[in-house]
């Protein structure tokens, strides 16, 4: 097989010319008319990157090392754009990132050993939050398994509680089949990663091509879910008779491509919709029947409505505990039905009245209608719905009270402003990849979006440090997406390497570090339960802006709110990346909070009032589930930090 001519970016070019999105198209062609090598015999290592073609790869996202060399050097063959990561930890949180901005699978590669381990925490965030996604390893000769050899780490061990499958492969011929699996797998039902160890001897041995385009045979594995249609009744009588329903929307409605069928699920029976956080975005934010996120630190009208309901209608979402608080307590009138792909899901917290089973676009398209059909039977129940919208309608007032965005602007900069602003100064469109933090509820609550797989985040493992490899892995998915990370500034030390990675690759990500000058989620909880003794969450930064000037991007600093819309502006009509560096109050907390294990409807609410003080009486009434109670809840005190006040660079 002829080495295919592709040219390696290097100084000399344009560097616009040879960005990683225009690399990608370049390829496209030649990954279009690529040869059929089906039946030749090729080097293991030559299959890896056959099979990756025939699976439609465009971008991997991998590091070198002795184990996974073989393949590496086939590699240039193969019109498949590999971007070198700086730690694997970034390259699966790419490959994650991929896949949730385009709902195709996501790829990342590394060697053997610490490579691999170094992949985990990218594979665990994509397994709690069911992102396709395949990592390759490379392993140690088949014949040193099990020996201690150099570099060698049981990775298919270790990964097999945070896979969905995972395999290890000593022969040439069986890379191919394998690969094809472990595609169909990590796409197929409720997606997953799907881990390929392949020893170092296979990559190097020969064996035919043998490629079956037709999806695998797995006994026991059975990715497809009929809806019964006994059940399908079920549901739609119990919904016909509700008087005070609740849609409670997850991520499976954007995985099954159903917000079509959502929202007229929602219009026609006047059913408003609660969201999950990772569900943000399957249901438009600006829809009047949008409620608003649910669960630990959902809006209160939200979490109220949810206690008060008579039926919930849960779609594609799990009921974490984030979500539901107390079990015991939660949504102690409602009925329940819960439409899940994942049949293992069903009553494994919350027991439901009507389970349907299958992927969220084939149950409502049969609930649909049924419900159309018994429509008329609960007409009675239908009339009290618009009082039910009412008094939901009414009880917002309180939190609008409550709203910081509300407070006169004092001259201090909030997480909350910068959030709202990044929202109008994007006009809502931006491609937003928060981290994990207090920064992220903020995002997921001043920030609306209208569209599905525009808010990208960890939310079942909360990873810090996922947000800027994950938005270089979206930018790819997405070449024409306004990319912006918003991210903590103790998160964004945890893969700030990855910064290199992004001026290397040439692409635009915008970066909005909201810096509190401490690991604020932590400090708030130490603020409510723990007593105000802040241990080990001042957390000091190096000089953000020269930081992304030491990578030749362009940086600024802000630090009051009238900046905030310019300086967004700015940085959407930059070519290039831009970091913002967000200095913000220091001692805000994230508002309504339910603590862990509380009633959800026992929230610490905000204070009306400037102090932005939590209110004592709401962390009183919670105090059985706090861990200390409201004599631990302390006022702001502005720059609180002496490591932040004392920065460096000031
Ligand atoms: C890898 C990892 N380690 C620890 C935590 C626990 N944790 C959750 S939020 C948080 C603080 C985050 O601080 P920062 O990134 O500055 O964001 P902020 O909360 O200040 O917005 C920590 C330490 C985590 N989620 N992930
Ligand atoms: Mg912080």
């Known amino acids: 097989m002829s080495v295919l001519p592709i040219e390696l970016p290097t100084a000399a070019n344009d560097p616009m010319l040879v960005c990683a999105a225009t690399a990608i198209q370049q390829l496209a062609h030649t990954r279009a008319t690529f040869p059929d090598h089906r039946g030749q015999v090729l080097s293991g290592a030559q299959i890896i990157w056959e099979s990756l073609l025939r699976e439609h790869v465009e971008v991997i996202f991998g590091y070198p090392g002795g184990a996974i060399m073989p393949a590496y050097d086939a590699m240039i063959q193969y019109p498949i754009h590999h971007v070198l990561v700086r730690h694997e930890q970034g390259g699966s949180h790419m490959a994650d990132g991929y896949a949730r901005a385009s709902g195709r699978v996501g790829v990342c590669l590394g060697t053997s050993g610490p490579g691999a381990t170094n992949l985990v925490t990218g594979i665990a965030t994509a397994m709690l939050d069911s992102i396709p996604m395949i990592a390759i390893t490379g392993q140690v000769h088949a014949h040193l398994l099990g020996s201690d050899a150099f570099q060698e780490i049981d990775i298919?061990?270790?990964?097999?509680?945070?896979?969905?499958?995972?395999?290890?492969?000593?022969?040439a011929e069986d890379i191919a089949p394998t690969l094809r699996e472990a595609f169909y797998i990590a796409r197929s039902g409720r997606p997953g990663p799907v881990l390929v160890d392949i020893c170092k001897n296979a990559q190097q041995e020969k064996a035919p091509f043998v490629w079956d385009d037709a999806p695998p045979t797995l006994p026991g594995y059975r990715p497809v879910h009929v809806?019964?249609?006994?059940?399908?009744?079920?549901?739609?009588?119990?919904?016909?008779?509700?008087?005070?329903?609740?849609i409670l929307a997850g991520q499976g409605v954007m995985k099954a491509n159903a917000s079509d069928l959502l929202t007229q699920l929602a219009e026609s029976t006047g059913t408003p919709i609660a969201m999950t956080l990772l569900g943000i975005g399957g249901f438009p934010a600006s829809h009047p029947l949008n409620l608003g996120m649910m669960g630990m630190h959902g809006e209160a009208w939200v979490n109220n409505a949810i206690q008060e309901s008579d039926l919930l209608i849960a779609v594609g979402m799990r009921?974490?505990?984030?979500?539901?608080?107390?079990?015991?307590?939660?949504?102690?009138?409602?009925?329940?039905?819960?439409?899940?792909?994942?049949?293992?899901?069903?009553?494994?917290?919350?027991?439901?009245?009507?389970?349907?089973?299958?992927?969220c676009r084939?149950?409502?398209?049969?609930?649909?209608?049924?419900?159309?059909?018994?429509?008329?039977?609960?007409?009675?129940?239908?009339?009290?719905?618009?009082?039910?919208?009412?008094?939901?309608?009414?009880?917002?007032?309180?939190?609008?009270?409550?709203?910081?965005?509300?407070l006169p602007d004092s001259g201090?900069?909030?997480?909350?402003?910068?959030?709202?602003?990044?929202?109008?100064?994007?006009?809502?469109?931006?491609?937003?990849?928060?981290?994990?933090?207090?920064?992220?509820?903020?995002?997921?609550?001043?920030?609306?979006?209208?569209?599905?797989?525009?808010?990208?985040?960890?939310?079942?493992?909360?990873?810090?440090?996922?947000?800027?490899?994950?938005?270089?892995?979206?930018?790819?998915?997405?070449?024409?997406?306004?990319?912006?990370?918003?991210?903590?500034?103790?998160?964004f030390q945890m893969t700030a390497c990855e910064l290199t990675t992004l001026a290397q690759e040439n692409i635009k990500v915008n970066i909005a570090i909201i810096n509190n000058g401490y690991l604020g989620m932590v400090r708030q909880w130490q603020q409510f339960f723990y007593g105000g003794r802040y241990v080990s969450t001042p957390i000091r930064s190096p000089e953000f802006v020269k930081l992304a000037e030491a990578h030749g991007l362009e940086g600024r600093r802000v630090t009051n709110r009238g900046e905030v819309m310019d300086t967004v502006a700015w940085a959407k009509?930059?070519?290039?990346?831009?970091?913002?560096?967000?200095?913000?109050?220091?001692?805000?907390?994230?508002?309504?909070?339910?603590?862990?294990?509380?009633?959800?409807?026992?929230?610490?609410?905000?204070?009306p009032d400037a102090s932005g003080t939590a209110d004592a009486k709401a962390v009183a009434a919670v105090g059985s589930a706090a861990v200390d109670t409201a004599k631990n809840v302390g006022g702001m005190a502005a720059n609180h930090n002496p490591i932040f006040e004392t920065g460096a660079d000031e």
């Open 156 to 171: 298919t061990g270790v990964t097999l509680p945070i896979t969905k499958h995972n395999y290890l492969v000593t022969r």
């Open 227 to 246: 809806p019964k249609s006994a059940e399908i009744e079920k549901a739609a009588a119990l919904i016909n008779n509700a008087k005070r329903p609740v």
């Open 319 to 359: 009921f974490d505990d984030r979500v539901t608080g107390r079990l015991a307590t939660y949504a102690p009138y409602a009925k329940k039905i819960h439409i899940e792909l994942d049949p293992s899901e069903i009553n494994k917290n919350v027991k439901v009245d009507v389970a349907i089973i299958a992927d």
């Open 362 to 406: 084939a149950a409502l398209s049969e609930l649909l209608p049924a419900i159309a059909k018994g429509a008329a039977a609960g007409d009675g129940a239908r009339g009290e719905r618009s009082k039910w919208l009412a008094r939901i309608d009414a009880s917002k007032g309180d939190s609008a009270v409550r709203d910081i965005q509300t």
């Open 412 to 491: 201090k900069l909030f997480a909350a402003h910068v959030i709202h602003d990044l929202w109008r100064a994007t006009s809502g469109n931006a491609l937003v990849v928060s981290d994990v933090g207090q920064h992220q509820m903020w995002e997921a609550q001043y920030y609306k979006h209208d569209a599905p797989r525009m808010l990208l985040t960890s939310g079942g493992l909360g990873t810090m440090g996922f947000a800027l490899p994950a938005a270089i892995g979206a930018r790819f998915a997405r070449p024409n997406a306004d990319v912006w990370v918003v991210v903590g500034d103790g998160g």
């Open 573 to 607: 009509s930059r070519p290039g990346s831009v970091l913002i560096d967000f200095r913000v109050e220091q001692e805000d907390s994230v508002y309504p909070m339910v603590p862990a294990g509380a009633d959800l409807h026992d929230m610490i609410r905000r204070t």
